[in-house]
């Protein structure tokens, strides 16, 4: 008799282990498939912000150069003149 109850008993402990086990790789499975979307949303947001950075960079770029090109010597002046005074400021600092 006692023997029978053991067994029932260790029967019961594997159905629960199994169902604990089955429950546990369910929710895994759903962790990562929500991790994976997640993940894919935010590498979309990091490459629209990295493209908009990018065109923000060049419209810059493209602003600068034609700055340098219609007054050059107005550049310089201003070029020499800023790191005349950023030397005289460091000197002090």
Do not use: F, K
């Amino acid at each position: 008799m006692r023997h029978g109850n053991v067994e029932t008993l260790m029967g019961e402990v594997t159905t629960t282990a199994r169902d604990v086990a089955d429950a546990t790789r369910e929710r895994v499975v759903r962790a990562g498939a929500s991790a994976r979307e997640r993940a894919g949303v935010m590498s979309a947001r990091a490459r629209g912000l990295a493209g908009e950075a990018a065109e923000a960079l060049e419209a810059w770029t493209s602003g600068a150069q034609g700055v340098l090109r219609a007054r050059p010597l107005y550049v310089l002046a201003l070029a020499v003149g800023l790191g005349y005074m950023l030397g005289r400021a460091l000197r002090r600092g």
